[in-house]
């Protein structure tokens, strides 16, 4: 597939799913092995303390690694494992998750995922850093 058919499909899977759509993620890049998802942050998505909420933090890295993973392994996917270490509080104007694919095998891919808060200037701070296995669904 070339990179343009990559960035199509990832469009179309993304839009399908009503979570993402729920949130407010926007995927912003896509290719052979590697995504991008942005995620303005509004007051529904923190904690009490102002902060993202740990599941929204998660969110991206979960899509973001699935997504990576998925068009590495050239088509549909799910995530199989991943683990997230929350580094600092994730607070800004929007979050970023950044993903790329480490190793692809024939059925599996592994990947690592950052997730960045940004500020209103575009300054980015990285809150979280995950990796995970990701699946193809489909022989």
């Known amino acids: ?6 960035l199509a499909l990832a469009r179309r899977i993304f839009a399908a799913q009503p979570f993402s759509t ?6 912003l890049a896509a290719g052979a092995g590697s995504a991008e998802i942005a995620l303005p942050l509004r007051p529904e998505l923190t904690q009490q303390h102002g902060f993202a909420h740990g599941g929204v933090v998660s969110y ?6 699935t997504f990576a993973g998925g068009l590495a392994l050239g088509g549909d996917a799910l995530t199989s494992e991943y683990k997230l270490n929350y580094l600092r509080p994730a607070q800004g104007a929007s979050l970023l998750a ?9 059925r599996q891919a592994v990947c690592r995922c950052v997730v960045l808060a940004r500020d209103d200037r575009g300054v980015e701070t990285l809150c979280a850093a995950a990796q995970g296995t990701v699946i193809r669904t489909a022989p």
């Open 1 to 6: 597939m070339s990179n343009e058919d990559l």
């Open 98 to 106: 950044r993903a790329e694919a480490l190793s692809v095998g024939k």
């Open 60 to 65: 991206l890295a979960d899509n973001a690694l």
């Open 22 to 27: 729920y949130l407010g993620a926007e995927l």
